[in-house]
């Protein structure tokens, strides 16, 4: 599958908290694969059990990066 780069945007914002579930969740299954999480705009990112819910199953890179605080 490759490299996973999902990223926001200026007035980008997710609240997932009346639903239960995580505002991302994110998974990179192979061994080639690589996952990146970028905000450069302190998006408001909310999630009911975690704002950001990354999984590796591989040997990939994982990385992320937000300006604010986060339950990962």
């Known amino acids: 599958m490759g490299t996973v780069i999902p990223a926001t945007s200026p ?4 609240d997932t908290s009346n639903d239960g579930s ?5 998974c990179a299954y192979s061994s ?8 450069k705009y302190q998006s408001q990112i909310t999630g ?9 199953y591989g ?3 994982v990385d992320i990066g937000h300006q604010a605080d986060l339950r990962c």
Do not use: R, V, W
């Not at 007035?11 to 997710?14: L, P, Y």
């Not at 009911?48 to 590796?56: D, F, G, P, S």
């Open 32 to 39: 080639a694969d690589s996952l990146y999480f970028t905000d």
């Open 22 to 26: 995580d505002a991302f969740y994110l």
């Open 48 to 56: 009911a059990q975690k704002e950001i819910y990354a999984l590796n």
């Open 11 to 14: 007035d980008f914002g997710i």
């Open 59 to 61: 040997t990939g890179k």
